[in-house]
């Protein structure tokens, strides 16, 4: 249905047919509806929401798929007004429902970033224990594995590196790793225990 001129005085359709008319692309019978229907559309959407801005998104939103979506507008179930608020309150409780996954999300990512609370003083005193630990126990190890540890894990060179440093071969330097740190752990664990 084509909607008269404004200038014609003939019988005002019904939501309905202005639904119907929309579905055919007239776009002055969607401008109609939406005049007419509007303000209750934003009340409905307006008391879901609270929030003014978000409330005029939805409401656009529910006016834009409602003027996609005409065709599917079926008056055997319903008069245009229920279909348009009932999409309109899904619209807003959806909205409601993002905001709040979006806002837990946000909440849970926050917690899981926050730094533990750490007690900095304590921390300090049992690294400084735990250092002096394995410097006594670095005492018990011969001179050649005391060197392979230093020249790897305190000064920070490759196997091949440190090897090349001590004048050793680069299997020796692997087996004196190995069994310093074998004989390392003997030394710090009886402590430990």
Same mark, same amino acid.
């Given at each position: 249905m084509t909607l008269a001129p404004a200038t014609h005085a003939g019988p005002t359709p019904s939501d309905?047919?202005?639904?119907?008319?929309?579905?055919?692309?007239?776009q002055r019978a969607f401008a109609e509806f939406y005049d007419r229907t509007a303000p209750r559309v934003h009340g409905l959407v307006r008391r879901v929401l609270v929030d003014p801005a978000q409330s005029e998104e939805v409401v656009q939103e529910v006016f834009l798929a409602v003027w996609q979506e /005409? @065709? &599917?507008?079926?008056?055997?179930? *319903? #008069?245009?007004?229920?279909? +348009?608020?009932?999409?309109?309150?899904?619209?807003?409780?959806?909205?409601?429902?993002?905001?709040?996954?979006?806002?837990?999300?946000?909440?849970?990512?926050?917690?899981r970033d926050l730094d533990a609370v750490r007690d900095d003083v304590a921390e300090t005193?049992?690294?400084?224990?735990?250092?002096?630990r394995v410097s006594r126990a670095l005492e018990g190890l011969s001179a050649v594995q005391r060197q392979a540890l230093e020249l790897t894990y305190?000064?920070?060179?490759?196997?091949?590196?440190? /090897? @090349? &440093?001590?004048?050793?071969?680069? *299997? #020796?330097?692997?087996?004196? +790793?190995?069994?310093?740190?074998?004989?390392?752990?003997?030394?710090?664990?009886?402590?430990?225990?």
């Open positions: 309905d047919d202005l639904v119907a008319a929309s579905a055919r692309g007239d /005409a @065709s &599917r507008f079926d008056p055997a179930r *319903g #008069t245009a007004l229920s279909w +348009l608020l009932v999409r309109a309150r899904r619209r807003a409780i959806d909205r409601v429902r993002s905001s709040q996954a979006s806002r837990e999300r946000d909440l849970a990512a926050g917690v005193a049992a690294i400084r224990i735990e250092h002096a305190w000064g920070g060179l490759t196997q091949s590196e440190a /090897a @090349s &440093r001590a004048g050793v071969p680069l *299997g #020796t330097m692997k087996t004196r +790793l190995r069994d310093g740190l074998i004989a390392l752990r003997r030394l710090v664990e009886p402590a430990v225990a």
